[in-house]
């Protein structure tokens, strides 16, 4: 079963921040939520991760909703090198299945000149 | 700083023959190690994962197999290659805390099988 749910492809103009939307409405509350991307041929890359407060890298922001239903990924000024595949992930950091990190089909974010 | 090596980048193998990849990780002691695979067009499909030397715990019955003889080697194997194991093969490492910053991959592997 599906944990998030994301669009399948986004368009984002050079320059301009793009914003990802996750949901995850079966989030549990131990579960954080954890954004990677893959570029194409390269293995996935850490983005950032948030339980509950909103989180800001030298990368992206994460927004995540009071309900921690949803969450969005900022990207502030996209580049082309920007273009990837974007993936959502719920993951508990202790337990059963904490160590598996499911990788859904995730968004294609094309960045565009 | 941790880094994670896999090789060979690319590999043409026959139908039929041997298959095997290794990753090594450096700069941390202890991890738990991945493989996954990713098909042509499809998404990560997490094959098999290790939280010590010779703990082996495989997600998904298939023609492969792992090991894990050293605490930062992982090694990939199958004794005769199927067409449907062509793909694009991670070896990834993450803490055993649990928490932190999720897994690191490495560069990865394209496996075609001819």
């Known amino acids: 079963d599906a944990k998030t749910t994301q669009p399948t492809s986004m368009d984002c103009a050079e320059g301009r921040a793009a914003n990802l939307p996750c949901n995850h409405s079966?989030?549990?509350?131990?579960?954080?939520v954890y954004w990677y991307r893959q570029i194409h041929s390269q293995g996935p890359q850490y983005i950032i991760h948030g339980l509950k407060n909103n989180e800001t890298n030298e990368m992206a922001s994460l927004i995540i909703t009071e309900d921690r239903k949803s969450s969005t990924l900022i990207l502030p000024h996209a580049t082309l090198r920007d273009t990837a595949v974007y993936y959502c992930i719920v993951r508990g950091h202790s337990g059963a299945g904490s160590y598996q990190l499911t990788f859904g089909k995730g968004t294609k974010l094309s960045v565009i000149p | 700083s941790q880094t994670i090596h896999q090789w060979p980048a690319t590999l043409v193998q026959p139908v039929g023959s041997p298959l095997s990849l290794e990753c090594t990780v450096e700069?941390?002691?202890?991890?738990?190690l991945y493989w996954y695979r990713q098909a042509a067009g499809r998404g990560l499909q997490l094959l098999f994962y290790s939280v010590g030397i010779g703990q082996i715990s495989s997600e998904v019955p298939q023609n492969l197999s792992a090991s894990r003889p050293q605490d930062r080697q992982f090694i990939l194997s199958s004794k005769k290659l199927l067409l449907s194991d062509s793909g694009f093969y991670l070896c990834a490492w993450s803490g055993t805390t649990g928490g932190g910053y999720g897994y690191t991959f490495g560069s990865g592997t394209r496996l075609t099988v001819v």
């Open positions: 700069g941390t002691s202890n991890p738990n």
């Open positions: 079966t989030i549990s509350g131990n579960e954080y």
